[in-house]
Structures are given as structure tokens and as C-alpha cells.
């Protein structure tokens, strides 16, 4: 999608701290991190959100969580870390490209704000 940031990022013509790509998933740090460690890992390909996987798209979800331990190893994540998605208007998602907030690197607060 070509008027999609995170399009645009996986691409490389905006930059990112990326921290891990394999064939379908990329990973970068969040430009607002709101803890310690903060990525964001999302599929290569343009899925609008959590509410777009179908059963033909669904695998690059089983990627991503295979990637995410990887990346948590990496990021030094020994004692836990969160994983997040935002959906829709609702959830309060700003950017229209699935992805999921990685966090932790801190003992995170139990209680949504
Ligand atoms: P959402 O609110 O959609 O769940 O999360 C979008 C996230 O993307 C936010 O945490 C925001 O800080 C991050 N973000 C927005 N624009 C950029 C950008 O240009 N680069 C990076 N690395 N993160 C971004
Ligand atoms: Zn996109």
C-alpha cells in the first residue's frame, strides 16, 4: 500500500531501528516508547489490522509469533515481556498496518489506563 507508513518503512524509504526481518516479518523500535524495550513487529505484507486476518493471510501471524521470542532473546526480555495489538477505533490504532507492540525491559503496570 503505497500511502501506508508502515508500507513505507519495510521498504526502507522512511527510516526505522530495525531489530530483526526475516522473509515475511519485520521489527523495529517504536519512535514513542512508552517502556525500556518497545518494537514493533509487523508483517511484510499490508494487513490493515487484527481484524483483516483470514485464513490466507493468518500464517504471517504464526511468523510474527515465532519471531517475537527471538526478539525478546535478543532484547534481553529474560523476565517476561507484553504483547499488544490495537484494533480498530475502539482500540485506539493509529497506524492502518497490523502490528504488535513488543514491551517490557520493566515490571509494566497490570491495570489499562
Ligand atoms: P498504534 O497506536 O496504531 O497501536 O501504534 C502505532 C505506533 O507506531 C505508536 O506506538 C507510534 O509511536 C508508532 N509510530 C508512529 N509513527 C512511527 C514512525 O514513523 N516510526 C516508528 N518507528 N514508529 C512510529
Ligand atoms: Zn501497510
Redesign the pocket.
Known sequence: MSDC?FCK?IAGD?P??KVFEDETVYA?????P?APVHV?VVPKCHIASANEVTGENASVVADIFKAIPKIAAAEGLTNGYRVI??CGEDG????KHL?F?LLGGKKLPDQMG
Not at 523495529?28 to 514513542?32: A, G, H, Q, Y
Not at 485506539?92 to 497506524?95: I, L, M, R
Open positions: 507508513l518503512i522512511i526505522s531501528a523495529f523500535r517504536d519512535i514513542n512508552m514493533l495489538t490495537n485506539c490504532q493509529s497506524v502490528h507492540h
